[in-house]
């Protein structure tokens, strides 16, 4: 297992961070306004967000990179030899909640953990991933957002993206409500093999090609018209996504778990959303059809070959 290289990694993820917030930018009327923060025990890091914009009703886009001399209980529960280990943790990590219920909220971050011990190899390994929740979906934008997911994995191996979709299908469900948060796309954890400049390749190239799957989609349902009826499905369905993060996001575990900076780790929030009681979909509804065809682990890719 090769020597990871922690600046090269940072330097990749600051890079990635200006490229997204500068993309999303063009299709916006707004900056992202950028707030630098130091962690009181060690490390810092710089949120970017942009709220009531004319395409997103809020977004960020967060770096940060930590340190300290013990990992937090999320980090450790499933790898307890690392207990007691000083760490370094950096990535980026961003949500993007438009206002539009036709265009769909998106989620994608990458990672880097770094576990060290004196006069011991260190321990480092690559996460992350992008995935979609769309409210009113549609047949063309999800397999336009896989065949992106699928172009960035292939050239490191046939069952990479296969692997990474089920992982990612698996991984945001929320068991609770036994339904996935959205259609899916990439995750990925503890990646550490072949070594670290073919782990370090692959992370950099699903990175790159968030915004490639999400700016198309972006662009084409940004005008689409919409009423109160399809905003308030859309209200209702981020309370699905507050669950999600709240209950089950690693990420979100971590920050908190590690001290991390409240207002950056919770910036994924939505600015408005609601919880109705008892809340039934309609039978025959394009929101029943949310349900029924598109909140159902599928190959996506398949329906074009």
């Not at 206002?99 to 996460?127: I, L, Y």
């Not at 292939?154 to 299908?169: A, L, N, Q, T, V």
């Amino acid at each position: 297992m090769s020597v990871p290289d922690i600046n090269a990694v940072k330097n990749y993820l600051l890079g990635l961070q200006d490229s997204i917030c500068e993309k999303l930018q063009q299709i916006d009327n707004k900056q992202f306004i950028e707030d630098s923060w130091v962690r009181e025990a060690g490390g810092g890091g710089r949120t970017r967000v942009l709220s009531q914009g004319s395409v997103i009703e809020k977004g960020g886009v967060n770096f940060s990179h930590v340190h300290g001399d013990k990992l937090p209980a999320s980090a450790t529960a499933h790898r307890p030899e690392l207990a007691g280990r000083h760490f370094q943790a950096m990535g980026v990590s961003l949500v993007i909640h438009p206002h539009n219920p036709h265009v769909p909220t998106s989620h994608a971050n990458v990672r880097c953990f770094v576990a060290e011990k004196e006069n011991e190899a260190p321990v480092w390994w690559f996460g992350g991933g992008f995935d979609l929740t769309p409210y009113y979906g549609v047949d063309e934008d999800c397999i336009h957002w896989h065949q992106v997911a699928h172009d960035a994995c292939e050239p490191f191996g046939e069952d990479i993206y296969p692997r990474f979709k089920k992982w990612c299908d698996d991984y945001f469900y929320l068991k609770h409500r036994n339904e996935p948060r959205g259609i899916g796309g990439l995750f990925f954890d503890d990646l550490n093999e072949p070594d670290f400049d073919t782990s370090f390749a692959l992370m950099r190239a699903i990175g790159d090609a968030y915004i490639k799957a999400y700016l198309p989609i972006v662009q084409k349902r940004r005008d689409v018209p919409y009423g109160e009826r399809e905003r308030n499905f859309q209200l209702h369905r981020r309370g699905r996504y507050v669950e999600f993060n709240l209950v089950y996001d690693r990420g979100t575990l971590f920050g908190l778990q590690s001290g991390g900076r409240t207002e950056s780790i919770l910036m994924s929030l939505p600015p408005e959303v609601r919880w109705s009681y008892d809340w039934q979909v309609e039978p025959g509804s394009a929101e029943a059809r949310l349900y029924e065809h598109y909140l159902q682990p599928k190959d996506w890719l398949g329906e074009i070959k």
